[in-house]
């Protein structure tokens, strides 16, 4: 899910979202938690709070670790437990009172130490964050942000070659020399250094064949600053050869061609702190470690609380924790005028689609088809919709809508046709739907799914047969665990009339997909041609317990009672 948005100090793909500060108070009483009167003892609201916590809803988790933290104030465990969960939802007055205590019986929680430094940047006063930065233990990620921290805060104070000199350790750790290079060329060209910050940038993007986003964005804003429009026009412009559709690239080359200027991302010291802790709030959260990543989001948007990118980010790990409400409120934040705006719309229609909510989904597609005329996307997850809804002829018109917007040769688009076609089949409209399933094989030639279901169809057909089985012993080569291709291929078999070979490979389908009502009826018609009548029956009555569609359950009965009858083949 990452954004075209790229931190500066990481180089990394990704965005960010966070929550705002509901600045709660400590639980004084039941009143406030509801949910807390429910449990009698603090051990008990102290479980609950942990089952609240794997289920992430972490401000209902904060709320009881809170209420548990009351009847034992110094418990180390449960003051760590309960920073986490408030610093992770931005609750920052419980955060900032809980960072106090947990240091107090825990000198070395690095996060409570960044918690409390922060609320100095943010206050501007530079010689307690130079305490803060001095406290905190110097192990692990610290060992990369002293440094950073260090430098910023003596640039606050009108000392830039005390600020190039700290943060000169930052030039010996390994993997860390392009981040080293744009932290030296922001400070000298914060600092009123342009000649050698120029210098320093250009050798940043020398240094690489593809420049992230970051990097152009804030090297095209201090060209077009020094008075170098043509250079920042061209750096955009170069960049959006390698990513034409970026938004955010393409909105910046149209304030510089309309004379406009261009966002200055560091345009003071607390700016360059914010920075860096999105950039270490991304590396979190591509490392899985969401918890972490949502305290560095948090502390970035408390520095600066229109952050969008922070705010995207924030937003994404709530997705991934399947926090979709939550999600869905902090993406509204984004304005209709940031270069987001498209992405973050989207986002919320999968969120909504996530809760079942099927009209507001619908709405908030039509609105961004309306946005953006010459899109498909919005089209397309309407037809998703739609076709998961079983409104077949409907998701049809909608993916008819998204193929009017792309390039049709494009192999990229293999799947809109498979999916048009699955639609058209479903509404028995076959000859539509066999020429989409063959335009997204021209498009696509192995694709699994494609294969499976265009082969599967013909032998329901009885038509095309050994074309079907080989297409299908190429889906089962590429997906072997796939239950239903492989099921396809042994019902393929069984049309063929090669029953040992059925009964072999719908013995493995039932193997993966052990409960499909249509696997366990074919392996009984294979059984039963095969002479092993006992076992087809027990198939069928397998088959009948598993709920299948309502017209084949007469037909499975008959087999049930009679066995297969005619001499012929059965579909």
């Not at 964050?129 to 060992?143: F, L, M, S, W």
Request: glycine share 6%; proline share 4%.
């Amino acid at each position: 899910m990452a954004l075209a948005g790229t931190a500066l100090v990481l180089s990394a793909c990704s965005a960010s979202k966070s929550e705002s500060d509901t600045t709660a108070t400590s639980a004084t009483n039941d009143a406030n938690y509801p949910l807390i009167s429910q449990y009698s003892s603090p051990s008990g609201t102290y479980l609950a709070g942990i089952v609240a916590g794997h289920n992430r809803d972490y401000s209902v988790a904060a709320d009881l670790m809170l209420h548990a933290l009351e009847a034992s104030h110094e418990d180390p465990r449960l003051l760590a437990r309960s920073f986490l969960l408030t610093a992770s939802v931005g609750r920052d007055r419980e955060t900032m009172d809980l960072s106090a205590r947990l240091l107090a019986v825990s000198p070395d929680q690095a996060l409570a130490h960044l918690v409390l430094l922060i609320d100095a940047v943010k206050r501007e006063d530079w010689d307690e964050v130079q305490e803060r930065i001095d406290a905190a233990p110097k192990v692990g990620i610290n060992t990369v942000l002293q440094p950073m921290f260090s430098a910023w805060a003596d640039l606050a104070k009108n000392d830039l070659d005390k600020a190039l000199l700290n943060l000169e350790p930052l030039s010996q750790k390994d993997g860390f020399k392009t981040l080293y290079g744009i932290q030296i060329a922001l400070l000298k060209d914060l600092g009123g250094r342009p000649g050698a910050a120029k210098n320093d940038y250009l050798k940043i993007l020398s240094a690489t064949e593809q420049p992230t986003l970051r990097q152009v964005n804030i090297v095209a804003d201090f060209l077009n600053r020094q008075g170098d429009k043509d250079a920042a026009t061209g750096l955009l412009e170069t960049y959006l050869q390698a990513d034409p559709e970026n938004a955010i690239a393409t909105q910046a080359l149209d304030r510089l061609t309309s004379g406009g200027e261009l966002e200055r991302v560091i345009s003071k010291p607390g700016d360059a702190f914010a920075e860096i802790l999105f950039g270490f709030a991304s590396l979190h959260a591509q490392e899985k470690a969401y918890d972490t990543g949502l305290v560095y989001a948090n502390q970035a948007l408390k520095l600066r609380p229109e952050y969008e990118e922070a705010k995207i980010l924030v937003g994404e790990i709530m997705q991934t924790q399947g926090r979709s409400r939550d999600a869905i409120a902090l993406y509204k934040t984004i304005p209709l005028q940031s270069p987001y705006a498209w992405t973050v719309g989207l986002r919320i229609a999968d969120e909504m689609d996530a809760l079942g909510l099927e009209a507001e989904t619908l709405e908030t597609l039509e609105q961004l088809a309306t946005l953006r005329p010459e899109r498909f996307e919005p089209h397309l997850r309407k037809g998703n919709l739609l076709r998961a809804s079983e409104k077949y002829a409907a998701a049809a018109q909608s993916y008819d809508q998204a193929i009017k917007r792309i390039d049709e040769k494009d192999s990229r688009y293999w799947s809109l046709f498979y999916f048009r076609g699955i639609a058209f089949e479903r509404t028995k409209n076959w000859p539509k739907a066999e020429a989409d399933f063959l335009k997204a094989l021209e498009l696509s030639p192995d694709q699994p799914h494609v294969l499976n279901y265009l082969a599967y169809s013909w032998v329901e057909l009885q038509k095309n047969l050994p074309e079907a089985e080989q297409m299908l012993v190429k889906a089962v080569e590429l997906r072997p665990d796939d239950g239903y291709v492989v099921d396809s291929l042994g019902w393929v078999y069984y049309q063929l009339g090669k029953y040992e070979n059925a009964v072999e490979y719908l013995e493995r389908a039932i193997e993966l997909k052990a409960e499909d009502p249509v696997i366990n009826d074919h392996l009984g018609d294979a059984y039963w041609r095969v002479g092993r009548h006992h076992e087809a029956r027990f198939q069928w009555r397998r088959a009948l317990s598993f709920d299948p569609e309502e017209e084949q359950v007469e037909l499975i009965k008959s087999k049930i009672d009679k066995g297969i009858i005619s001499s012929g083949t059965d579909i």
